[in-house]
């Protein structure tokens, strides 16, 4: 496009329209709008809503400040110690579980052929709590004609024996009755008095044996007709658990036959399988805890038959804990935590001075002030039968409450008044 002449200022040459660059480059600009406002590539995108909105971000210490009055802290009855630096033994978790312990199984058999039968209260039903001399079966003992036989000559040779003891009785009666008037007249001595008294006692528990004798012939030889005895008591030897039941009523069984088993509980075996890899690191001879944290129980190493499983490469010790409620049963899995051989310093503090919210969160309070406290998080480690080892948490020498931390947790959360 031709240039205006100088001067000219019509913009118009040779019948061209000219534009002023004025005027162009306000165009351009003006198009350039009209794009950005109307075309979608340049359409600016909204500002994206946030999630969340926080009005104040206040941490964690900030909300973990409790100032007591005077009455409160003698109520709570704090103590303050600070964490010590102590020689703890390390422990390790594996799984374990329960077992009868050896020697504590009975097996009760059958002394005589014969037909079983239920006692009059009915047979104790497996998995109860059996006593002592507790009737669990009744036999009804069976003879042969040859047995009946001689048992029925017995009897005769019973009642024989208590005819003359009885005898023997009242002919020794006699002169005791003599030495004692004679020694109220003065006539007698004490000597012979205590004469006559030995034969005549001697008599007469020759008596009652003879007696006793012919009652259990008695007894024995009970329906003489059938064949069948008298049934004989067959009850529980021990105190215990009435595990197993190998015969019913009315079942006819032979001399030794297997009857029922009861196991004693009081006291059982909890059986851990230690790799081989283990067996370095782990102490052998010290005691083990069975169960988690605070409801966790001492359990001592006994001496057991060696066991082993060689697929799994790992090695069987038993330690032996207390079971007096019968809480824990053969079979059931326990966690148990064992000593290492090695021990080394760590953060320690006293299983009082730890507070445990719901979450399972682990806390310490710290006195920054007079009746003034802060919660700090710590991490337990493992923690011991008297004290917490700390993964993570204040310094050793910081002051902290050992007495009362939960008391002092629950007047913070609004539990304790």
């Known amino acids: ?58 941490k964690e210490g900030e909300l973990a400040t409790v100032t007591l009055s005077e009455d409160a802290e003698k109520k709570l009855g704090l103590q303050v110690g600070v964490v010590a630096l102590k020689s703890a033994r390390r422990v390790r978790v594996y799984g374990g579980d329960v077992t009868v312990p050896v020697g504590k199984t009975i097996l009760a058999s059958a002394p005589l052929g014969g037909i079983l039968r239920a006692p009059d209260g009915g047979l104790p039903k497996v998995g109860v ?52 008037t004679l020694l109220k007249q003065n006539i007698g001595s004490q000597k012979d008095l205590d004469a006559a008294q030995a034969v005549y006692d001697g008599a007469v528990q020759t008596h009652l044996a003879a007696v006793a004798t012919r009652d259990v012939f008695v007894k024995v030889l009970g329906d003489s007709k059938s064949g069948t005895a008298a049934p004989i008591a067959i009850d529980a030897p021990e105190d215990g658990l009435l595990r197993n039941v190998s015969a019913l009523p009315g079942q006819s069984v032979p001399a030794g036959a297997a009857l029922f088993e009861v196991v004693d509980l009081t006291t059982v075996w909890v ?21 988690r944290e605070s409801k966790a129980q001492s359990a001592k190493p006994v001496v057991a038959p060696p066991s082993a499983n060689p697929l799994a490469m790992t090695i069987d010790f038993f330690y032996e804990l207390p079971n ?25 503090l006293p299983r009082s001075a730890v507070a445990t919210d ?60």
């Open 1 to 58: 496009m031709d240039s205006p002449p100088p001067g000219d200022s019509t913009g118009w040459r040779r019948g061209r329209r000219l534009v002023h660059p004025v005027g162009t480059g306000v165009a351009v600009a003006a198009g350039a709008a009209w794009l950005i406002a109307y075309n979608p590539a340049f359409v600016k995108p909204p500002a994206a809503t946030p999630p969340a909105k926080v009005e104040k971000v206040v």
């Open 129 to 180: 709590l059996v006593k002592k001399g507790q009737v669990v079966f009744q036999l009804l003992p069976l003879f042969s004609p040859d047995s009946m036989t001689k048992l029925a000559t017995d009897l005769v040779s019973a009642e024989q024996a208590i005819t003359n003891a009885q005898v023997s009785v009242e002919a020794a009666k006699k002169p005791f009755d003599r030495a004692k």
């Open 271 to 291: 059986r851990v399988a230690l790799p081989v890899g283990d067996l370095a690191d782990v102490s052998r001879t010290d005691p083990a805890r069975v169960g």
């Open 324 to 348: 007096p409620d019968g809480q824990l049963v053969p079979g059931q899995r326990v966690e148990v935590q064992l000593p290492l051989a090695e021990s080394r310093e760590s953060s320690t």
């Open 358 to 417: 719901i979450h399972g969160g682990t806390w310490v309070y710290e006195p920054t002030a007079a009746r003034t406290f802060v919660r700090r998080r710590v991490v337990v480690g493992h923690v011991t039968a008297d004290d917490v080892v700390l993964s993570a948490g204040p310094p050793v020498g910081t002051k902290v409450v050992i007495e009362g931390a939960q008391g002092l947790f629950g007047a913070e959360t609004g539990f304790v008044k």
